[in-house]
C-alpha cells in the first residue's frame, strides 16, 4: 500500500476520488455552495463572498508584508557581502526586521538570527558555483562560530 501511495498520479486519482466522494455525500452541486439553515441561497452566498473577499485582502497584506521582510534581509545580506556592514551589524539588523512579526513576543535567539543570515546568503549566491558559495562562507560561518561563542562566555 505504501509502495502505490508513493506514486504521485495515483495519489492525486485518491485525492480526487475522496473530493468526489465526498461532494455526493454531501450533496454539494457544482457552482453551488452549502447554504445554512433557514436562509436563502442569495445572503449566504454574500455572506461567504464577503468573508473571502476578507480573508484575500488579509492575505495579500501577510504576503506584502513577507515580501518586504525578504528584500530588507537581501539587502542587508548585500551589504554584509560588500563589507558594507559587520557580522554583528546584519543580525541586529535581521533582530529588527524580524520584530515586525514577533510571535508571544519572544525574540528569536543569537543562533537563530546567525542561520537566517546563512541562509539568506546561500539564496544570494545560488546561482554561482556551489564550490564558490562554500569558500565564500567559510569566512562568514567561522564568524558566526566566533560570535556563538562568545555569546555563550
Not at 485525492?15 to 466522494?21: K, N, Q
Request: net charge positive.
Amino acid at each position: 500500500m505504501a509502495r502505490w501511495l508513493a506514486r504521485p498520479i495515483l495519489r492525486a486519482v485518491l485525492v480526487l476520488v475522496a473530493i468526489s466522494a465526498a461532494s455526493v455525500l454531501l450533496k454539494i452541486t457544482p457552482g453551488r455552495l452549502p447554504t445554512p439553515a433557514g436562509r436563502g441561497d442569495s445572503q449566504a452566498s454574500q455572506l461567504f463572498l464577503r468573508s473571502e473577499a476578507r480573508n484575500a485582502q488579509e492575505l495579500d497584506h501577510a504576503i506584502d508584508e513577507m515580501r518586504a521582510r525578504f528584500a530588507a534581509k537581501q539587502e542587508a545580506v548585500k551589504r554584509l557581502l560588500a563589507g558594507e556592514s559587520s557580522l554583528a551589524e546584519t543580525i541586529a539588523g535581521f533582530r529588527v526586521i524580524n520584530s515586525s512579526y514577533l510571535v508571544n513576543g519572544s525574540q528569536p535567539s543569537k543562533e537563530t538570527l546567525c542561520r537566517d543570515v546563512l541562509v539568506h546568503v546561500r539564496y544570494l549566491l545560488r546561482q554561482y558555483d556551489d564550490d564558490k558559495v562554500d569558500a565564500a562562507l567559510a569566512d562568514l560561518q567561522r564568524q558566526i562560530a566566533s560570535q556563538l561563542a562568545a555569546a555563550r562566555r
